[in-house]
């Protein structure tokens, strides 16, 4: 009955991880002899698609599925088993996981749904599996997957009937939390002739999750770029790590992130709470770590397309030759908006060019005009004015249908870009719909891939030139970083504004002058001794808002105003917030007039501390243009946080303003990345809003400060 | 040798216009019987897409084109003659036009290039060739036009290779600018197969341009919506009627508009001047009149599909149903992202389907899960639950490429979707790959349009919900405004602050009040009269700006001051300034603070005045924060302006500030939208920067003015 007589190499069992996609022999629990069946699909894939290690059946319904002989339990397989697909009931999971330890089964699969994804119940009913997968030394991945693939091997662990149609196996990897979704992805990649070689979906993610997968992928020596659907991170330092791992081994990472629009529960107490949704700390790292992050799937195909055909721009710098005049301005415009640089062709270029081509544009874009048609030569031309340019990294073609429509001039414009392609060593990307003759085919075989619209052709483009330049960047500076200081800064009392500040102060933070005055008569002597003007705030664990409630008065003069201030502030906040515990009036020095710039922290659920940075006023809160980076924070960090504000240039003296003193407040980012990492056992929030930044050379005054302790009470 | 014996119905030549999209007989001048040549593709075209009115080549070397009759000229034409085709050199259209003068006919395509796109001389040559077709009463569609199709009758007349492929004719019309990137855009439309009624390339527009054929495409009875693709606009004023006609026909308008990165060449003289770029103008009319503006044609052509299926929803309320948690958190995000709300079920309605389905989400979005596979009736149970929501007005249903790969699974799914549709008669979109099988044939008979993107199908439901909307409030706008007064105002001396004021002031914008002065002693007797603290500037027509040169000082209380401010003012522009015409300096009241906010008028060369509004500071410049519109413009316009700015809150009285007069600021919006029109014929720019917006019901006041004339140099 058994067809599988051949004998086959032994997988490396060590790595559990990898068994996902090189088992060589796997077991599938729940077979059945229903083709279309979740135990049924998985055999008829596994063969269907070629691949050559053992399959064993497991069921004691049959004595055979599909010609492969049926073992009633996993114990019973005779040879080893890298992998195990359930397809049982969630009811029968722990029982078969006992199974598979017992025969040594490294690895399982777990497609039940019934777990975690039910509610309550099925939370604790996973907890539990886990618990045992953990003692038994089983990994999963699982519950509620939809399993793995490697195509390249035909190892189809999944009863996903994305299956029914043929994939092509090639360089490119997805991993998707949302087995659906993964597999409309692969259906997607398919229809653009794009090759996933390995794909996997992690479903409730019990045990083996997202980055452990992804860091996988990018070791993996056969993948260029990494695909990821991502709904939620579940070990914020694992991704990071396999981030840093991606930018090591040079695998582009595209990800497209769900769940924009939940910007999750927000605490109103802080500004930096209130600013900071859960969406934002997920882009943030994603730029700070390097990978790609796109909107849609279509973008994210784009940029596998040109990675499958190996086109990395060296640099921003582009040359455009275009059949059409209008899609030259398109992509001129496409490149303007995404970063790059359409830089001018000499002007003794240009005139040779314009000499032999009177109609054409000829500065780069160059508008080759429908004088193509008649002297198809002139291309050639074009092309090795381009490519003969320093200053041009990446050539984009623009030749929309003709090529597939026109055989002759799609034979020439074809060929002739692929000779340049390959002479001069420079991606070229193609615009056009080629068709599916020959100047498709020997588009593809020339390595140049074609994309249909300019815009998207261009954004593609662009995200991998960011890519190249932010990777060369990202890992210059971790050559360079010095040991990050990471020892913890024990617990403080810092649940009012003067507690919060003399934390800072006490870690290197500038904060105004101040002291705390429990009587009129000590508020007169401590302004006496700051030196007049001179602000009154009340000092209060409980009062965030001081103006809301009347205790605060700025630009006091004299002892007269000082005496009557503190009086009007005990009485406002006797009267609006009678349950108030008052430390006493913080009398405070005026800072002179300078930028003001919120700073803050925010303890993210997935990534720890973030490091929050806007320009003050309504900028950071109602216009959304602030910056947010996972600690630690380098200087070099933090002044391309301070660059990113579309505000920027108030700080260098826009409007005719004074340059303020940027240096300064990156020491300032870097003090509080800092705390961030040293506090971040007890630290949930810190807003320091603001900070007045003073002109150049004078430095920067964090004049209040609010700290949200972990427990939400303040400390 | 001639096949055209039937007789054809005569065409209606009094439109000559329509004489492209619907001539009953057609010369081709310069026919060739080479059938790739530009004499000899129309010919072919016509024949293969079964015109079926009379073809007449015209070549004096042939006795026959294709077993057609030749002529030697279009005089020796027996019939009349609807259209001509120029196929002939630059050099001959001349004398070709005196032949179709004489035979009556009332159009020609000029598909000859050698005119304007070659530079100066060519743009004379086109002069000369217009003139001449105006005193023949000839109109020309061209030259270096690729022609015009209309794919219903077969009327091909384009050598336009494009039409070597068989292209469906459908109820969409595309008018391109460019003939080359047109015939790309309906080679993309048939891929997706979208079906183009009409197709018009304008060329170099020297007599039919853009907003003419648009205008023939919106009255047209068959045609559902129309595509243009638009490099520049010729008659800012056409373009406005066509667009209006467009509203009242309910033909919603897609348009691409390339060229965003040439911002034009700015005038640095007014801020209004600066912020402003050319494209920023064709934006705002096309939101202004109702237009579809996008940046892709990808965009443009989802838009054309639903368009296509007549999917115009009635809101902005979707309803989502899921085979893929991911998909719906996808739809879900590109709906917030869009400006689309999903509104929940009722708790009753929620309660009932969960009892149904446990493991499903059914909040809306319904992530219905893959229980669907098993229990297909369920899907019929949530359709049920949204479509009778009054509150839901498109559905957009989500899966994937399961309804392609599994045929029950498709039947069940769409059959259900289809009767749904039909029987709610709410508009339904789909996201999937249906496949090319029967549940794809279903879809498209079923009237349920599909998309493969969830981000880009959500974008083009929202695109068409917001059309419709903005029709609504437009047509209303119109019906209910008032006649718009454009008598002319007579030029006035503006050309310094002083004098921009005093204008502005005599038509009812109120500004500080402020005299001049030309003796300190003169200043300090004007600052009496206007009370203390007074502010004094330099009023001269060669100083823009004042801050720059010193000649300015704010917050003088006393006469002391004002004396000594005087003096100092004109000894700081005699020193910087030494060749300025002094007029005197300014006495001016102190505005109480307010919220600062920058107001324009611009002349735009295509639109005529446009209004721009912004807030002060770095908002608009900086950040460009601004809205334009093309003036006229009412209240509700202007109103609407402000609404737009991200900073509008500020207005509104955000972060604990006082709201803000915005009604008077209206008033003074519509008084500038009133002398923008005025003074069309003579002032350039004018800039009020900044009028001041006082606590609600103080009004605003504007604090500085100034005024480029059209001359450019303030008068």
């Not at 790595?15 to 022999?25: G, K, T, V």
């Not at 049926?70 to 006992?98: F, H, K, M, N, T």
């Not at 992130?257 to 994603?286: L, M, N, W």
């Not at 008649?374 to 003969?388: H, T």
């Amino acid at each position: 009955m058994d067809r599988q007589t051949e004998e086959t190499l032994p997988a490396d069992r060590a790595d559990p991880l990898a068994m996902l996609f090189s088992a060589r022999s796997i077991a599938v629990v729940g077979a059945s002899r229903s083709e279309d069946s979740v135990g049924g699909r998985p055999i008829k894939y596994l063969r269907r698609y070629g691949f050559d290690g053992r399959i064993y059946p497991v069921t004691p319904r049959y004595d055979s599925v599909g010609g492969l002989r049926c073992y009633a339990s996993v114990r019973d397989i005779p040879g080893p088993v890298d992998l195990a697909l359930l397809a049982v009931s969630a009811g029968r999971a722990p029982e078969i996981l006992e199974d598979c330890a017992a025969k040594g089964v490294p690895t399982v699969i777990l497609f039940s749904a019934g777990f975690a994804e039910l509610g309550d119940g099925g939370r604790e009913a996973q907890a539990r599996l886990v618990e045992r997968a953990e003692r038994l030394g089983v990994r999963i991945c699982g519950p509620n997957s939809m399993g793995t693939i490697n195509l390249r091997s035909g190892l189809t662990a999944t009863f996903s009937a994305v299956l029914e149609r043929t994939h092509r196996a090639g360089p490119l990897a997805l991993v998707s939390q949302s087995g659906m979704y993964g597999a409309y992805i692969l259906a997607q990649a398919t229809a653009l002739d794009l090759g996933l070689g390995l794909f996997a979906t992690t479903g409730n993610e019990a045990d083996i999750e997202l980055s452990e997968v992804l860091d996988h992928f990018v070791r993996d020596p056969e993948t260029r770029a990494v695909l990821a659907y991502v709904e939620q991170i579940r070990d914020g330092d694992a991704f990071v790590r396999a981030a840093e791992t991606a930018l090591e081994e040079d695998r582009p990472v595209v990800i497209v992130k769900v769940g924009k629009s939940d910007v999750g529960a927000r605490t109103a107490r802080s500004h930096t709470g209130a600013i900071v949704g859960s969406h934002d700390a997920y882009e943030a790292v994603f730029r700070q770590y390097g990978l790609i992050s796109v909107d849609t799937v279509d973008e994210m195909l784009d940029i596998a397309r040109l990675v499958d055909y190996g086109i990395f721009p060296a640099g921003n710098r582009v040359g455009i030759i275009s059949l059409s005049g209008g899609a030259a301005v398109m992509l001129a415009d496409a490149c303007a908006a995404s970063g790059l640089e359409v830089p001018a062709l000499p002007e003794d270029v240009q005139a040779g060019l314009k000499r032999r081509v009177p109609f054409a544009g000829v500065a780069n874009p160059i508008d080759a005009t429908g004088q193509l048609f008649n002297e198809p030569d002139i291309y050639k031309e074009f092309l090795g004015a381009l490519v003969a340019q320093e200053n041009i990294d990446t050539l984009v073609l623009f030749f929309g249908q003709m090529i597939g429509y026109v055989e002759e001039l799609g034979s020439t414009v074809v060929g002739e870009s692929v000779k340049a392609a390959r002479d001069s060593g420079k991606p070229f990307v193609m615009v056009a719909m080629p068709g599916d003759g020959r100047a498709a085919r020997m588009l593809k075989e020339g390595g140049i891939p074609h994309l249909t619209d300019p815009d998207r052709a261009v954004r593609a483009v662009a995200a991998l030139a960011a890519y190249v330049e932010r990777r060369e960047i990202l890992l210059r500076r971790r050559r360079t970083a010095r040991g990050v200081d990471t020892a913890p800064i024990p617990r403080a009392e810092v649940d009012t504004e003067f507690g919060a500040k003399t934390f800072l102060a006490g870690h290197g933070i500038r904060v105004t002058r101040e002291r705390l005055a429990r009587t009129p008569a000590e508020a007169v002597s401590r302004a006496g001794a700051l030196g007049y003007p001179v602000a009154l705030k009340v000092d209060s664990p409980d009062i965030a808002h001081k103006t809301d409630v009347g205790a605060l008065r700025l630009g006091l003069h004299d002892a007269a105003s000082v005496e009557g201030a503190f009086g009007e502030i005990l009485r406002a906040v006797a009267d609006r917030v009678p349950d108030a515990e008052v430390r006493g009036v913080l009398v405070q020095e005026m800072v002179p007039p300078g930028i003001e710039v919120i700073l803050g922290i925010k303890r993210d659920p997935v990534f720890g501390p973030m490091i929050l940075c806007g320009l003050g006023g309504i900028h950071a809160e109602l216009l959304r243009d602030f910056t947010l980076r996972r600690a630690p924070v380098d200087r070099e960090t933090a002044d391309e946080m301070l660059r990113e504000l579309r505000g920027y240039p108030l700080l260098e003296g826009a409007r005719g303003g004074e340059a303020a003193d940027v240096d300064a407040l990156i020491d300032t980012i870097v003090g509080l990345s800092r705390i961030a990492v040293g506090t971040r056992a007890w630290i949930e929030e810190l807003d320091i809003n603001p900070v007045i930044v003073l002109p150049r050379g004078s430095g920067c005054v964090v004049a209040d400060a609010l700290i949200r302790g972990r427990s939400g009470n303040g400390t």
